[in-house]
Every structure is written in structure tokens, then in C-alpha cells.
């Protein structure tokens, strides 16, 4: 009688486990996938800045793979996003652009092999759900600045579900530029500042809604049958670096260092570089950037200061959604990747923005964490965001449909000191191509400003002040060979989406 009840009791836990966390008995694990927008790796304490509050972010890391080099393909937020879900370096200058994935995925018809790892994992028995700021389009639908939202999604087949709260900005775009008014940069004609320090809670800026839409759904999720696929895609640090106040509070601005690159590298030519187009948008900012001067160290202070609180509101949100992920015990069948899809120049080089073939602009975040990871591991391997799509397969036990331009990089997760890694990343922007490699960054240009080629010694000069190429032709020469490697003919021809 007793063994009977026993029994009993044992299968209606089961039973209630099942119901509850009922695709944690699957071979497939969910997955978790954190998207932040313009967030460079040295705004965050777990990357070196011991001044950035980012709790949330910085305890996910401790029982992660911390990639501390990790290198976005292109530095714009669109084309990168768009190579993260192709796992493919550009061939076309269409997928040099924000409308990457419009120009080769959105539109297009259905064909046998996926088109992205997330229509790769629908395809095999993954519900597949993204919220906000997933590929370019902040609530993943097609439409310009000042328009209505669309019906056309940006990825097409690969969702099961595209969500957003646009809360009082009434749209995706409305929201990504959004003020603590409800009114956004777009309608006011660029007339705003480029920061906002507001006295409103969390949900006063659209990454609150975006976090409480994510808890929503990992509760539904929870209850599904089947393992997930959840994007969560938050806008913050990206301009306009606005937040609520109590994380202004936060930083003691006077205290906030200035760039270790104030000027133009040397031996570089300003074609090198970017006039801070995006930044100077803002109509009604202090200073406007420039490459013939720096901005004053105070207002440079206060930039960083609205860049790391934004960050903290990020961190904060991102905190949110993992503290529901355990609470509703799926984190122990849950990979979960945070990523952001570049790095950012905060008066580096001269520079407030991305756009560049410089480490600022190229290295990104990438925190991977499987079920099971229990300490911080970190890998200074270098690898690239193509490598990701490979890699995520892997660990779901899916099969890759077709060959891409990554490389799993799973075995750096049990033996991040591996000997079996090349140890090479490319990118692609301004009418050139770089190579990083653990050592060095070189980098040579299709253009006529001389010079054309850039070599930078990371031993000896970390923040890529100084290029070296014209003295070191042995090592200009090595490189190359590993640079024609990457050369994908990109810039070789045009094509008819040449944006």
C-alpha cells in the first residue's frame, strides 16, 4: 500500500514538473538570447571597468565563458545583426548596410535550407519567439522612421511569434528613439539632446516594457511542450543615451576618465575614420563632434556619464529576465548568450560612434553560458560573430543545413586555453577589410588616401595609436596571406542593392 502511494506521489510530481517546465525533459535545451544594442566590452565591469555598475550582467559572467575577444563582422548594427543570424561575411555592399537583411532576407521566398539559424531551429521543433531589437527594425517589421508599422516582417519563417510594447511611443521606431515625453527624435526633427536623465521608473523608457514582455512570456513559455527559441533585443546604450535618473546617480561624473586615444592614430588617414554623423543628428548637444578637434573634456564626461547609465539601465533590464529565467527553474536546461552587436567610440580616435575598422568600433560583448556552467571561464581566444551560428547549433544538437563562413567554437567552452583555433576574425566597413588576429590588426583599404594599409601591434600598443606597417614590411607581408583569406570580393563589384 505504501510502495502504491509512493508510486502515486512520484508520477503526479512528474506530472506537475512536466506540465510546468515540461521541454526541460527534452534533448534540446532553450535558449536564451540577449541582444544589446551599441554596448562596447570596456563599458562593463566584468570586461575591466571597475567604475560601471553592471551587476546583472557581471553575475551572469561569473558562471559564463567570457569571450574577451570577440570581433563583430561589420560595425553597423543592421548588416552585423544580419551576419549573426547568417553566419556569412558579406559578398554584397547591400549587406555592408542597415538594410542587410531586407535586401536578402525580408521579401524573399521560402527555400529548402533556412536562410537563418533561427528559421534553422523553428525547423526543428523550436518555439521560436523575439521581442524587440532582434535584427535592424526595432519591433522587427518593416516600415521607415516616420511611418506606420507594417505587416512585413524583417525576417520572414522565422518566427513563431514577433512581439514589442511600444508603450506611449505608439511604434517600434518611435520607441528606439524615444524620450521620457513619449515623443521621439524623429518627429522633433532632430531637435533633442543627445542624452536624457529623466525622473521616471523603468518603464518610463521603452527597455522596461521590453523586460517585463520577456518575464511575460517565459512564463507561457514555461508551460510549453516543446524547448524555445526567446530574442530579446533591448535598445540601450544605443544614442540617445537616455535612462532614469537613479542610474545617473549612480556615477560621480568628475571622476569619469577620458579616452587613452584623444587624437587620430598615427600614420592613419581621417579616411580612416568617421565625422560622428550619427551623434551629430542631435541637433541640440552641447558640442558637435568633429575630427579636426576633440570635444571639451567636460562634455566628454558627461557623454560617458549618460553612455554608462544607460548601460546600467540595460544591465538592469537584462537582470529582470534572467532573475525570471531561475525563478522559474528553466535556467537549468536554458543556454543563454548575451551579445552586443558592436563595439562603440566614445571620443576614441576622435570619434563618437561605430563605423570603423578599429577594436572600439569591432569588438563586441559575447557571454556564453551553458546548463551545467557554474564558474567564470574566460577565452581570449579571438573569434567572430560568424562563429556564433555554428557554435549555438552545436550546443542545441542541431544539424547545420548548409555550410557557413564560422567555426564552432564549442570545444573553447571545456578548453578555452585549446591549441586547435585560428585565431582570426574579419571585418568589413568603409571600403576596407581588416584581420584581427590575437597579436595584431591589419587592415588595408580600397580607396586612394594614402596610406591604405594599417598594422597594429596589440603587445605594444593596445589601443591602436600608433600604425606600424610601413616599419614592419615582414609582418605586413605574413598578414596579408591571412588577409586575402577574407577577402570575400565585397568590394570588387557592385550590385544592384549597392546602398
Known amino acids: 500500500m505504501i510502495s ?75 548588416a552585423s545583426r544580419c551576419n549573426i543570424i547568417t553566419g556569412n561575411y558579406p559578398r554584397t555592399k547591400a549587406e555592408l548596410t542597415n538594410e542587410a537583411s531586407v535586401a536578402t532576407l525580408s521579401g524573399k521566398p521560402k527555400t529548402d535550407d533556412p536562410r537563418t539559424f533561427i528559421d534553422n531551429l523553428k525547423r526543428n521543433g523550436y518555439y521560436t519567439v523575439g521581442i524587440g531589437k532582434i535584427s535592424h527594425y526595432p519591433d522587427g517589421y518593416v516600415y521607415p522612421y516616420l511611418g506606420q508599422k507594417s505587416d512585413k516582417l524583417e525576417l520572414p519563417y522565422s518566427w513563431d511569434e514577433m512581439l514589442f510594447d511600444p508603450g506611449k511611443w505608439g511604434n517600434g521606431w518611435n520607441a528606439f528613439f524615444g524620450y521620457a515625453s513619449g515623443n521621439n527624435r524623429n518627429a522633433l526633427r532632430n531637435q533633442v539632446k543627445p542624452y536624457e536623465e529623466a525622473d521616471v521608473d523603468d518603464e518610463g523608457y521603452p527597455d522596461g516594457l521590453t523586460a517585463n514582455l520577456a518575464v511575460k512570456k517565459l512564463q507561457e513559455l514555461g508551460k510549453k ?10 535598445f ?26 584623444p587624437g587620430i592614430p598615427k600614420n592613419v588617414n581621417k579616411a580612416s575614420l568617421n565625422e560622428s554623423g550619427e551623434f551629430n543628428q542631435y541637433k541640440l548637444g552641447d558640442e558637435e563632434a568633429s575630427l579636426e578637434r576633440p570635444v571639451s573634456d567636460a562634455y566628454a564626461r558627461k557623454l560617458k556619464h549618460a553612455y554608462y547609465a544607460a548601460v546600467s539601465y540595460s544591465d538592469a533590464q537584462v537582470g529582470k529576465v534572467l532573475a525570471e529565467l531561475k525563478h522559474l527553474g528553466l535556467d537549468k536546461n536554458t543556454i543563454i548568450i548575451l551579445w552586443s552587436d558592436h563595439g562603440w ?17 569591432l569588438r563586441s560583448v559575447l557571454i556564453v553560458k551553458t546548463p551545467g556552467m557554474k564558474h567564470e571561464i574566460k577565452c581570449n581566444k579571438v573569434v567572430s560573430t560568424v562563429d556564433i551560428y555554428p557554435s549555438l547549433m552545436e550546443l542545441c544538437a542541431v544539424k547545420m543545413p548548409h555550410k557557413t563562413d564560422g567555426k564552432s567554437f564549442v570545444e573553447l567552452l571545456k578548453n578555452p586555453a585549446s591549441k586547435d583555433w585560428d585565431n582570426v576574425a574579419y571585418s568589413y566597413f568603409n571600403n576596407g577589410i581588416t584581420v584581427r588576429t590575437n597579436r595584431y590588426r591589419f587592415t588595408k583599404y580600397f580607396r586612394d588616401n594614402e596610406p591604405t594599409i594599417e598594422l597594429y601591434d596589440h603587445d605594444t600598443d593596445p589601443y591602436e595609436n600608433n600604425n606600424i606597417a610601413a616599419a614592419h614590411t615582414d609582418i605586413v607581408k605574413r598578414l596579408m596571406k591571412v588577409w586575402d583569406k577574407g577577402n570575400t570580393g565585397v568590394y570588387d563589384k557592385t550590385d544592384k542593392n549597392n546602398f
Not at 19 to 41: E, T, W
Not at 227 to 234: E, H, M, Q, W
Open 236 to 261: 540601450k546604450p544605443h544614442l540617445p543615451f537616455n535612462s532614469p535618473k537613479k542610474y545617473w546617480d549612480l556615477y560621480d561624473e568628475s571622476k569619469i576618465p577620458l579616452t587613452p586615444s
Open 4 to 78: 502504491k502511494i509512493v508510486t502515486i506521489l512520484v508520477i503526479s510530481l512528474v506530472t506537475i514538473f512536466h506540465c510546468v517546465y515540461g521541454q526541460a525533459s527534452h534533448k534540446h535545451p532553450n535558449v536564451l538570447f540577449i541582444m544589446v544594442d551599441d554596448l562596447r566590452p570596456s563599458a562593463l565591469h566584468c570586461y575591466g571597468n571597475s567604475m560601471v555598475k553592471s551587476p546583472n550582467i557581471d553575475a551572469l559572467a561569473s558562471g559564463s565563458c567570457l569571450f574577451t575577444k570577440q570581433f563583430a563582422a561589420i560595425p553597423t548594427c543592421g
Open 345 to 361: 567610440h566614445l571620443g576614441d580616435d576622435l570619434v563618437w560612434g561605430k563605423h570603423t575598422l578599429f577594436d572600439w568600433a
Open 225 to 234: 511542450d516543446q524547448p524555445f527559441f526567446l530574442a530579446v533585443g533591448f
